[in-house]
C-alpha cells in the first residue's frame, strides 16, 4: 500500500482525486501495490463525497510517516515551496505539476530529494499530459538534444489559433478565450509569456544540465501580435506561435528565449493549434522528434501527475540527475546569436533592398513585409534604424 | 561491463555501431557500466576498422556466457526467429528493430524472455526513432487508450506528399523514391501496406492485450490512390494518408485495419509529411496525444535499438507484461464497423442524393465527391451498387 496527500483541491487537484479513483484497479495492478489517498489539504472544509480525507493543517501530513507520496497541487510559491520542502525532507516521494516552484527552486528541492533518497517529480508541469520530460529522460538515452522549441501554453495558442483561422484581432480572442474559461481575468502569466518562460526554463534545466531561472530568460509575449502580419504570413504558408526555445549557441553558451515566432507550414508546430501544446527536439542520432498533446486542463495534467505517482512507486530511490546549480553567465545574450527575422515595415520595397540586399520580401503594399538573412538582432537594429518598422518576429 | 553481439551489419547493424561508439562515454554515465560490442555476426567477412569483432558462425555468440545482449538487425524471418529464440533461451535480452519477426512471433519469444526473466525489446520496430511503444508502456499508466492511428511507414507517406505536394502520380512518385533509396526495386511491403500492417499490429498486441496476426488484418495499400481524389481533397484541406488504426469496437472486438485514408487539416498526422513517422492515441483521461519522428535510416532507427539496449542493462529481470495468445475471433469484420466514407464517382450529385439523402458534397464536375456519413462497409456497397464508383476512402 502507498499512501498519498493530496495539498490542493482545485482544478488539478480534483483531477487527481478522479484518476486516482477512476483507474485504482489498473494502477494497483502495475504498481503491485493499493495506491490509498489519505489526506486532502484544504483552506476550509466543505462538502464532497470525500470529506473525511479533508485536513487543514499540513503539520499532520508533514508528520505523518505513513505518507509516502506528495502531491503538491497549490500552484504558486507560498506555501507550495515551504511544504514541498518540507515532505521532501521528512523522505517524502513530492510530484508537483506547479511550474513556477519548479522553474525558481527546482534544483535545491532536487538535491533535497537527492540527500533523502526520493523523487522530486513533475511531468504536469511542462506540457501537461504530454510526456516530454519523461522522453527527454527515457528515450534520448543514444543521443545529444541539441535544441527545443516548444508551444507551452495552450491559453496563447488558442488564442493565435484565432487569430489565424478568424482573423480576430488579440483582443478580441483574448476576450473570447477568458469566456471559455481557457485565460484568466488578469491574463498576464500567459499572454505575457512567463508561463511559456518558466516552462521552456525547465526543460532547458533538464537537457542542458544547469538551471536557468525565469529572470534570466527574455521573454516577450503575444499582445503586439498584429492581425496584418498574421495575413501575411498566411500567404506564405506561415503562422506566428508563442514558443519557447532553447539551443546551445556557438560559443557553448545557452540561448533561451520565449517570443511569438514565425514558423512555416511544416511538422508539429505549425499543426499544433487550439489549446493544444507541442514540444520539438532537435537530436544527433534520432533527428527530430515531436511529443503532442493536451497542455492543461484537469484530467490531462492529472494523467501526468499519476504517471509520476507510478514512477514514484516503482523506484528503487532517486531515479534522475540533479541538474547543476544556476550560472547566469551561461546564458547567452539572445541579441549576439543570429537568427533569420520576419520585418514589416511602412517603407517600400526598394528602401528594404537598398539596406537589406536582395532579401526575401513576402508582402507589397501599404506596407513591405520580408523574411532577412540569418543575423544577430543588434545587427538587425542597426538595419532597421531609418526604417518605419512595424513589426519584427523572429523566425523558428 | 555489458556485452553485446550484434547480428547483422546492414543499414541498422551499421548504425548501432556508429551509436554504441558516438555516445559510449554518455552511455557509460547513463548505465554505469561499459557497453561492449564483442560480436558482430556476418555472412562473410570484409574489411572495416573493427573487423576482428566479424564472426561467421552464430553458435559463437549463442554459446559465449559473457553475452548479455543480442542485437538481431537481420530481418525476415529466417534465420532471426531462429536466432532471437536461442539467445533467449540462453538468458540473453534481445533488442530487434524487425518488425516482421515481432508481429509473428512477438508472443512467443517474450513468453520465453520472461520464462529467462530477461527482455525482448522493439522500439525500433515500429516509428524508428519515435518512443512510441516506451510511451504507450511507460506514460499512460492512468489511462485507457481507446484507439492508436498511425503514420508508419516513410516510403509511402513520401510518396504520398509527392502527389499531394507536387501533384505527381503515384509511378512517377514511386519511381523517385527508388531513386532516393526511400524505395525497394520492389517496393511492395511498402506500397501494399504489409509493413504498416505489421507495425500497427505490434501497436494493437502492446495497446489492447491480445496478439494479432498480420494475416487476420484487411490490408490495402496506395497503389490505387488517384491524383484526382488528392487533388479534390486539397480544396477542402483534406489528404490521403496510409494509416494503421486500431480501436475496441462497440461488441467489444478489435476493429484493426491498414489503408489509405482521408485525414483533415487538423493535428499531426496530418502535418506529418515527407519520410516521417507519426502515432496518434486517444485515451481517456489524457486526451489525444501524438508521438512525431523518423521512421526509418540508419541513426534514427540505431537510437532506438540502443535506448532499448539502455533499457536492458537498466533491468532488473522482465520490465514488460507479455500480451495474451492471438484470438482470430476477437477481430472484428471490418466491414461491420461504421465508418464514414470518402466516395468519388461519375455520377451526377442529383443521383448521389437521391441514394445518400442530404450527404456532404464536396466536389462536382466530371466526377462527383462526397463524404457519407457513418456507416458499414456492407451498407456502402450496397448503396453504391447503382453508381459509377471512381473510388472509395476512408475518413479518419
Redesign the interface.
Known sequence: MAKIALLGHGVVGTGVVN?LK??AA??EK?TGEQLELKYILVRHDYDVDYKEKFVTDFTTIETDEEIDIVVEAIGGTDPAYKYVKAALEQGKHVVTSNKELVAKHGCELMNIAKEKNVNLMFEGAVGG???VI??VR???????VNSVAGILNGTTNYILTKMIEEKQSFDVALKRAQELGYAEADPSADVDGIDTCRKICILADIIFGNHILPENVHTEGIRNVRIEDVDTLKTVGGCIKLLGVAKRAADGKLFIMTAPHVVFN???L????DV?NAAQLE????????????GA?S??T???V??DI?ECVKADGTIYPVWDDEKPEAVADYKSVPLQFYVATADGAEKVKETFGDVRIIAEGTETAFITEKMTQVRLETALDGLAVKSVLRVL
Chains 1, 2 share one sequence.
Do not use: W
Open positions: 484518476v477512476n483507474k489498473q494502477l502495475l499530459a504530454i510526456p519523461h522522453g527515457n528515450c534520448l538515452e543514444a543521443n545529444t511544416q511538422g508539429i505549425f499543426a499544433a493549434t493544444f537530436t544527433d542520432n534520432a533527428g527530430t522528434m515531436a511529443f503532442y498533446g493536451r486542463g484530467l490531462p492529472a494523467s501526468a499519476v504517471n507510478v
